[in-house]
């Protein structure tokens, strides 16, 4: 099962610390992303939206950081990471929903700018980081994990860019309890670092 | 079970569409969004994040408009909206992350400008518009559904800001696959339309 991949892209790191907290084997393949890669064939055969990670298993071919995690968690991580009951699906999809708009138009999209030199609107992503910062600490002042009462794919997703905040400029100490939530998943068995985290 | 509505939110749409299609009873409830009644309490209590739809079905309250569509199809709708294999879920995740991110932040945001006075960058969201437009084109150009092949919450979750896409000066008549996909939608058995669609 390979797993298309930028070592600096949160998007791809959700892939692969869901991959190192299940035990999930993947075989790492290094994109040239400042060489364009994942802008053309044959990335794009896999990908046309040209980015990563793209997971490949088999006839299998999966876009998108969320869906990549449902699979993983689904077909070989078990149900402790992505149950199978509809209504906790649900409340997993709530920040599936949220790391896709809310967290990647916000931190993720401040770091792009500072880190990458991307030109988007900075005062608008940390407009949106400061709203969403404040609702996942609120959330997070009553609840360990965002979805259930253990880890799952939810804080898989939403963890990256959380986590890596400072590298677009945002101050994460006013937010005690996503510091502690922060810590709380560093600690799990099998935590996988990537820089910046 | 009620859902909290607003007849002009696209994002609510997606659940009055996926009830009506696949038969499962709602209780709509309007909100007087104008007057911000979501934005406090016994709402807000509901859903900090201060947006709709909410969904409450007894003890269990989501938000976002894709949670809501995973739980209602899951519980209510059968498998055929919402299949159990993980595989068919990620692939419909693919594009419930694409509603959440690039339909979202481009037709979506430019109808937020045109119709509601939104002060969003209208530019960038006409960009990130043609974008998944000539994706979702290209996509559909050999698929007839999304996800699938049949009707899922992905084309739930999509359909309703492609749908409303004039309403925020956005041509469709380019993209004829788009328009073909929005035709087997309406002729969907029980299809329910919403202004503007």
């Not at 035990?23 to 990335?43: C, E, N, S, T, Y």
């Not at 794009?44 to 980015?51: Q, V």
């Not at 298993?57 to 998108?64: A, M, N, P, Q």
Request: hydrophobic share 45%; proline share 8%; with cysteine.
């Amino acid at each position: 099962m390979k797993l298309y991949d930028l070592e600096l892209s949160g998007n791809c790191y959700k892939v692969r610390l869901l991959a190192a907290l299940a035990q999930i084997p993947l075989d790492i393949v290094p994109v040239d992303f400042l060489g364009g890669a994942h802008k053309r064939p044959p990335l794009t055969d896999l990908n046309p939206w040209g980015e990563l990670p793209i997971l490949v298993d088999g006839d299998r071919v999966l876009r998108d950081s969320q869906a990549i995690l449902v699979y993983l968690a689904g077909r070989y991580g078990g149900a402790s990471w992505w149950p199978t009951e509809p209504a906790l699906q649900a409340e997993i999809v709530q920040w599936l929903s949220t790391a896709a708009n809310e967290i990647q138009h916000g931190p993720g999209a401040a770091r792009l700018v500072d880190k990458f030199g991307y030109t988007i609107d900075k005062p608008d992503a940390l407009r949106r980081a400061g709203r969403i910062l404040g609702l996942l600490d609120a959330h997070l002042a009553t609840h360990d994990w965002l979805a259930v009462s253990r880890p799952t794919i939810a804080d898989c997703a939403v963890y990256p860019y959380v986590a890596l905040a400072s590298e677009g400029g945002i101050d994460l100490s006013p937010y005690a309890h996503i510091g502690r939530w922060v810590a709380r998943i560093k600690s799990l068995p099998g935590y996988l670092p990537m820089p910046g985290t």
